[in-house]
Every structure is written in structure tokens, then in C-alpha cells.
């Protein structure tokens, strides 16, 4: 439907023109637009092009004979649906001049469109020419189902500004209006608006596919162009060609491989969690001394603040009604039974209506697994996320939580599921950072790094440490890195704010390089305006500066937590795609198939499963050398739940 899947479009700046191939028709000169005027901005009506329709043999011979001779090539898929599992191809369009394009419709019928994609294998798998797309994850995708691996460098317009801007949008059609004032053909203009309505790419009139699909491909062609010299302006290129880009191959993998889940345990814990809802909803009655809707702040609020009194200094919301969100609860939860209640109520309802009710429709018709979508240009951090289902954000730290992981399988009786985990890898990353002796010592030495630090913090020897010490002590060392203030900290361990800050003077006093170290990041922040990974990748924080307190010190937490984060995704990117890379090289029948923060998750065949542990445990530990070493968790069981 959305051409390059769900970011939409593909794009690219015009470059120098090749003399290879048929001659092309110029782009209109540019004339002095003001980007600021939308209605000033190019349109395909406005501008010189040429795409062209290749649908017979010959002129598919023609076009494949130029594109083999290509060092570069832009392309992007057609297709039936946003999910790459489910649709089918309708077109290739392909683009190696700016100003011009082909597309090539694909047949309804299977065997034919085999056919006539099984013609472009050779430049589709030629490993000397560089594949240009946008949100390419999608295009490969579509083209493994179709028996074709896409070789060779890539280059994905939407990853390249995703390092450039990390914060901004990556949509193709918003890239092109704001690096090429240029406002590219809606979709909608071609399929209608989202509903009943709407139709397919394939119903659409070829001849308006064509001035469409063109464009994609020519329009990401030129904002190749465009970023391309960006990465290498901001030192981003090794970091985009040589982590985010083998990336993609690698998620492309996960993504078509899939996990197996078991219905029937999902089926009896939502009709456990239906019980549980039941019982939290009649014991929240029973505190109140009424029944009400608990999914109406405005009744909740009544009852919390009006009947309840919990809060008088309760806030109330723009439109006059009480704030009762998790923030507000969470405060309250301590002396106040009724707010622990709630938001265990709704955590419930978040298991069952949000995975565990929901996970039996995502399964594929076509495979019977369920294929997470991993969003690698989301979280400016450079961590990856997921949707359908979001995998990240299963509330695992409740009982109840953590048995959804029991109905994640292996896919059949030969295997079993395999979790790598990294241990306190952000922890760890600040100790080398830092240099600071003590952390890195401890983690050296395998001393339990939560133990160490109430040991230095509450003055007592480590056999002293009790488990209310070492409780603080963990949220003070996770607090730290994401530079929480007295008052946060108060907050989390339930204490007054005067002690909190005390707590951080003596942790500070204790890992003077701690201190030290973030000092000098966020300096160094000021400076440059941005703070950066330790493979370069650079989280921008406008307001480092502000006059605005508010503002600043957000902006400061960003700047001590975003090169340690960032960092951590680095480590496990880079052993995502060395393990790919081991499992192909050995020919290994496992799969990995999942990655869920600091965790990878693996469908282990039984006759791999010591060779696999060793391989993925060195990998992971080695894949940027550091000052301090790194370790993982590594287990195996019949499901999720069990292996992790």
C-alpha cells in the first residue's frame, strides 16, 4: 500500500549526472524558494522527470542491462500492506539519475511475479553495487519472500538522517519538503483515505503507479545525495556503514524469522487475569465504600481527592479535572492502600488487554509465528524498539508479567529458546568511562557492584551490607547514571529529600571519578552542543545552555546518561550483526529471533545449544573492548520465562 512499509517513501539529492544509460531530462533549474512557503515548494507537476513504465521482457532486459552497470542504484518495493509478512509485491521502481525512474509491475499470479523478479537477482544480488532506499528493512523484507538476498553496501536515507537529526522525523515526504522543497504525490491521493474505502496499490491505474512509485525512487535518490556528505561532515559515516547499515540485513532476519507462541497458555493466564482484575476492582470498592468506573479519571479523581482526602493539595488538569496518572499514584502509594491498588489494577488490565489478548491476533497466517517490527530510527538514544506487538514494554518486574514470557516457544521439539542478557552493562560502561578504581574494580573482581557501593556510601564493611542497604544502593547506582537530583532520589527510596542529598554527596565522595567524569561530560555538552557515544553517535541537547533551569537540567541528565545508553546500544548492535555473522558462516540451524533491551533471544537447536552459548557469550563480551569487563546471563529452557 505505503511504499518502503510503514515510514512511508524513499529520497535522495540530485547528483552528478552518469552517461551510462538513456539520456535524461533535466530537472528544472532551481529558482530562490522560501522553504518557509509551502505552497512555493516543487511538486512532481512543477518539475522536469521521466518515469518510465518497463512491462514487457525487452524493455526489463534493457532497464537490467544499465542497472548492472551501475556503482549505485536507488529502489524501493510496492506492495499490498504496510506488514512485509502478510502483503505481496505490486512494483519495483529503480532510480540512478536524478530526474529519472523506472518502475516494473509485478504480476498478481505468484509464479509470474517470481518470474519477473527472479530477472533482477543478478543486480539485486550483485555485491559491487551499493542499494540506496528508505526504511530499506522493508524492501528486504519483501524480496527475501521472493527468494532474491539483496547484496552489496546499503544505504538507507532514513537511518542516514536518523544519525544526523536523531530527534526529528524520518518520513520520506517530510525529508524531501525540508532538504529538497519538495512535496512528493500522497499516498492517499492514489488509495484514498484510511477506512472502507481505501484500496490497494494494485487497483490503482498503473500509469499513476508509475508518476508515484518514480518518484519515490528518484526522490530518495537525491537525498542520498543530500546526507551522505552530512555523516561524513559530523564524523557519522563508519558509524552509519558499518553498524547501522549491516544492522538492517541483521533485524531484516529477526523480523522474517519470528517466534513461536504458545495459545493455549495465553488463553489460561487472561483467564487468570480476568479473576485478578475482579478481585483488585472489588477491593478498591471495598477501600472507597463504593462502586465507580476506575477508568474515569474524572470519577477517580472524585473519589481519590473529594471522598478520600488522599491529597489536598491534589492537582487538578486543564479541564478542571483531578491528574491521576501513574506519576501522581506512584507518590501516593506508599500511605495510601487505594493508590497501590489502582495501579496494580492497571497493570493488570495492561497485561491482558495489551499483549496477552492481543498477541493470538498478531499471529502470521503464513508462518503461525508472531513478527515484531524493530524500529531502528526511534529512540534518539540509539536504542531499538518494537511494535506489533511492543516487545520492549511487557511489564515484566509483577509475577503476572513475567509469565507472558512463558508463552513465547521455541518454533518445534528440536529446539529450545536460548536468552543472552548483559549484565549491568550500563553500570559497567560508566566505570570505564569514569576510570573511576573502585567500580571498575569491583566488577573486575566479580564483587557484587550494589554491595560494593552501600558498603562505601553507609560505611560498612561488605559482610555488613544488609538487603535494605543493598536495595538503596542499587537504585542510587541506576539513579546516578541517569543524573537524578536529591529530590528524585528522595522519591524513589521514600526518604526525606535533605537525607537523599546527603546519600548523594557521600556516593560522590566515595567514586570521586564518577563525579569527575560527568562534570567534564556535561561541559563538554555545553561546548559542542551535543554528547556522543563512544562509536560517535551524537544526541543533541539544545537546551545545554538555556537560561531556562527547567529546561537545562534535563538537558544536563541527557548529557551525562545519552553516551552511556547510546553506547550500551552500540555494544549490542555490534554483537547482533557478529553473531548474524557467526551463525551464517557456520551454517548454524538456530535462529536468533528476538532482541528486548540488553537481551538476545535465540531459537536454540538442541545440537547447538553448547556451541552457540560459548560463540554468543564471547561475542557479546568482546564486541567493544573496554577497560572493564563485560558479562552475560545465559539460559536455556522450554520457553521465555524459563530461559531468562
Known amino acids: 500500500m505505503v511504499s518502503g512499509g510503514p515510514t512511508g517513501r524513499s529520497s535522495v539529492t540530485p547528483g552528478p549526472e552518469n552517461s551510462d544509460g538513456p539520456a535524461f531530462l533535466d530537472v528544472y533549474p532551481d529558482v530562490e524558494i522560501d522553504p518557509r ?3 512555493r515548494r516543487k511538486t512532481i507537476d512543477s518539475v522536469k522527470h521521466d518515469y518510465r513504465l518497463v512491462d514487457t521482457p525487452e524493455l526489463r532486459a534493457s532497464l537490467i542491462h544499465f542497472l548492472g552497470q551501475q556503482e549505485s542504484l536507488c529502489f524501493d518495493s510496492e506492495t499490498t500492506s504496510i506488514d512485509p509478512v502478510e502483503a505481496d509485491l505490486v512494483g519495483l521502481s529503480f532510480a540512478y539519475r536524478a530526474g529519472e525512474a523506472f518502475y516494473v509491475p509485478i504480476p498478481e499470479d505468484r509464479t509470474e511475479a517470481q518470474a519477473v523478479v527472479d530477472e533482477f537477482k543478478p543486480v539485486l544480488q550483485n555485491p559491487a553495487i551499493t ?6 528493512k522493508y524492501d528486504l523484507l519483501m524480496l527475501k519472500k521472493y527468494g532474491v538476498e539483496v547484496q552489496g553496501k ?16 524520518h518520513n520520506m515526504d517530510i525529508m524531501a519538503m525540508t532538504y529538497l522543497n519538495y512535496h512528493p504525490v500522497e499516498i492517499e491521493a492514489l488509495i484514498g483515505k484510511k477506512g472502507k474505502g481505501q484500496i490497494t496499490m494494485r487497483e490503482v491505474d498503473v500509469q499513476k503507479v508509475v508518476e508515484y512509485a518514480g518518484e519515490d525512487a528518484d526522490v530518495t535518490l537525491q537525498l542520498k545525495q543530500t546526507f551522505a556528505p552530512l555523516l561524513e561532515k559530523d564524523s557519522l559515516y563508519k558509524l552509519f556503514e558499518q553498524v547501522e547499515m549491516p544492522l538492517v540485513q541483521v533485524l531484516a532476519d529477526l523480523e522474517l524469522e519470528g517466534i513461536r507462541v504458545d495459545t493455549n497458555a495465553l488463553a489460561e493466564l487472561s483467564a487468570t487475569l480476568e479473576v485478578d482484575v475482579k478481585l483488585v476492582q472489588q477491593e478498591i470498592y471495598d477501600i472507597a465504600g463504593e462502586s465507580f468506573n476506575i477508568g474515569s479519571p474524572k470519577q477517580l479523581g472524585e473519589i481519590l481527592f473529594d471522598k478520600l482526602k488522599v491529597d489536598k493539595n491534589a492537582k487538578k488538569t486543564r479541564t478542571g479535572q483531578y491528574a491521576t496518572g501513574e506519576e501522581i499514584l506512584s507518590k501516593l502509594e506508599a500511605e495510601h492502600e487505594i493508590a497501590r491498588k489502582i495501579l496494580d489494577y492497571r497493570e493488570l488490565l495492561k497485561l491482558k488487554n495489551t499483549y496477552v489478548d492481543v498477541l493470538p491476533l498478531l499471529i502470521s497466517k503464513h508462518t503461525g509465528r508472531v513478527h515484531t517490527s524493530f524500529n531502528q530510527a526511534v529512540a534518539a538514544t540509539g536504542r531499538l524498539s518494537s511494535t506489533n506487538p511492543n516487545l520492549q514494554n511487557i511489564p515484566i518486574r509483577t509475577p503476572r508479567g513475567q509469565e507472558i514470557r512463558k508463552a513465547f516457544v521455541p518454533r518445534s521439539d528440536e ?3 536460548m536468552s543472552a542478557d548483559y549484565s549491568q552493562i550500563e553500570l559497567r560502561i560508566m566505570a570505564a568511562f569514569s576510570g573511576d578504581e573502585t567500580m571498575s574494580s569491583a566488577f573486575n573482581n566479580g564483587i ?9 556510601v553507609f560505611h560498612v564493611g561488605l559482610g555488613e551490607v544488609t538487603s535494605e542497604m543493598r536495595r538503596k544502593a542499587k537504585t542510587i547506582n541506576f539513579g546516578i547514571i541517569y543524573g537524578i537530583s536529591a529530590f528524585g532520589l528522595s522519591q524513589r527510596l521514600k526518604i526525606p529529600r535533605k537525607e537523599a542529598a546527603q546519600i548523594i554527596d557521600e556516593y560522590f565522595a566515595e567514586f570521586p571519578a564518577v563525579k569527575s567524569y560527568m562534570d567534564q561530560t556535561i561541559e563538554k555538552a555545553r561546548g559542542f552542543g551535543y554528547a556522543e557515544t563512544i562509536l560517535g553517535r551524537r544526541r543533541y ?5 538555556s537560561r531556562n533551569m527547567t529546561d537545562r537540567m534535563f538537558a544536563e541528565r541527557n548529557a551525562i546518561n545519552a553516551p552511556i545508553q547510546g553506547s550500551a546500544a552500540d555494544m549490542l548492535k555490534i554483537a547482533m550483526i557478529q553473531i548474524n555473522e557467526m551463525m551464517r558462516r557456520e551454517q548454524m540451524k538456530s535462529k536468533m529471533i528476538l532482541t528486548v533491551h540488553d537481551e538476545l533471544v535465540f531459537d536454540a537447536h538442541r545440537d547447538e545449544i ?3 552459548r560459548e560463540r554468543v557469550d564471547h561475542i557479546m563480551k568482546n564486541a567493544i573492548p573496554m577497560a572493564v569487563k563485560m558479562e552475560t546471563g545465559i539460559g536455556v529452557g522450554e520457553n521465555w520465562l524459563v530461559a531468562h
Do not use: C, V
Open 541 to 545: 541537547l539544545r537546551d545545554i545552555n
Open 610 to 612: 553448547d556451541a552457540l
Open 448 to 456: 557484587d557492584i550494589h554491595t560494593q557501593t552501600a558498603s562505601k
Open 154 to 169: 546499503l544505504f538507507d536515507t532514513m537511518i542516514a538522517h536518523y544519525l544526523i537529526e536523531p530527534e526529528q522525523r
Open 415 to 417: 529446539f529450545l529458546i
Open 131 to 136: 542499494k540506496i532506499g528508505q526504511n530499506l
Open 37 to 39: 512557503t509551502p505552497e
